[in-house]
């Protein structure tokens, strides 16, 4: 249903570098982009992740109630995405735990403020 969600940046270079090191954890890697936007993932045809320079060329803004969610895997997987990203500069927002009996999440943002959430969810 998803196809790829969009995030703004400012500085290209360092996002790229955090995306880079961060969705490698996951087995994810830029698939394709030019200068202003690049794609993330595991196939094109599985849902992505993409980061931008704003079109408009206007300065980025982190949306209020927008949020990424990034699957771990497993609670080990929550907990290393968390942990790399803490180490890739991201700030915490909420660290690894139960949020629900079938949610386990962890919370940061990255080096440009926008949100993003680790979790494993499991129904039933």
């Known amino acids: 249903m998803l196809g790829y969600a969009t995030i703004g940046t400012k500085d290209m270079d360092r996002a790229e570098a955090f995306y880079d090191a961060l969705l490698a954890e996951v087995g994810a890697k830029q ?3 030019m200068g202003r936007i690049k794609f993330y993932g595991t196939s094109t045809d599985q849902a992505m992740i993409a980061i931008c320079i704003p079109y408009d060329e206007e300065p980025h803004e982190v949306g209020n109630g927008n949020m ?3 699957p771990g895997g497993s609670r080990e997987g929550v907990d290393k995405l968390y942990a790399k990203a803490i180490e890739l500069g991201a ?3 909420g660290p690894p735990g139960e949020r629900l ?3 386990y999440g962890a919370y940061v943002r990255d080096l440009d403020g ?3 959430c680790f979790f494993e ?3 039933g």
């Open 91 to 93: 700030t915490d927002e």
């Open 114 to 116: 926008n949100k993003l």
């Open 121 to 123: 969810m499991k129904l």
């Open 31 to 33: 698939l394709f982009g």
């Open 101 to 103: 009996p079938i949610f």
């Open 68 to 70: 990424l969610a990034i």
